[in-house]
Nanobody, 123 residues
């Protein structure tokens, strides 16, 4: 089982930037795809971005393409989400998730989740 801890959320003005981090522990990190999701008040959780176990492949939701970038550092057991040109509609709790299939891509089973970090974008 993997434990995931997100950090880096906060309050930012529209047009600003934040970088979220997700530190993993408890199992081999480098063999699993990772993802970011978000949930805004009153809405369902939605996919934001995913990255393969090697970092060579990524996928971003259309709503964040060109503004957000997912990356990972396997030496640090950490996955990142760089968020630029933030908009008020990006306000949400952001969750990190780990795929359950080793060496798999695309991810098929995000079975492990962090507690989330709040991002608030003011207009």
């Amino acid at each position: 089982q993997v434990q995931l801890v997100e950090s880096g959320g906060g309050l930012v003005q529209a047009g600003g930037s934040l970088r979220l981090s997700c530190a993993a522990s408890g199992r081999t990190f480098s063999g699993y795809a990772m993802g970011w999701f978000r949930q805004a008040p009153g809405k369902e959780r939605e996919f934001v971005a995913a990255i393969s176990w090697s970092g060579a492949s990524t996928n971003h939701a259309d709503s964040v393409k060109g503004r957000f970038t997912i990356s990972r550092d396997n030496a640090k057991n950490t996955v990142y989400l760089q968020m630029n040109s933030l908009k008020p509609e990006d306000t949400a709790v952001y969750y990190c998730a780990a795929d359950g299939q080793m060496w798999g891509w695309p991810p098929t089973d995000f079975g492990s989740w962090g507690q989330g970090t709040q991002v608030i974008v003011s207009s």
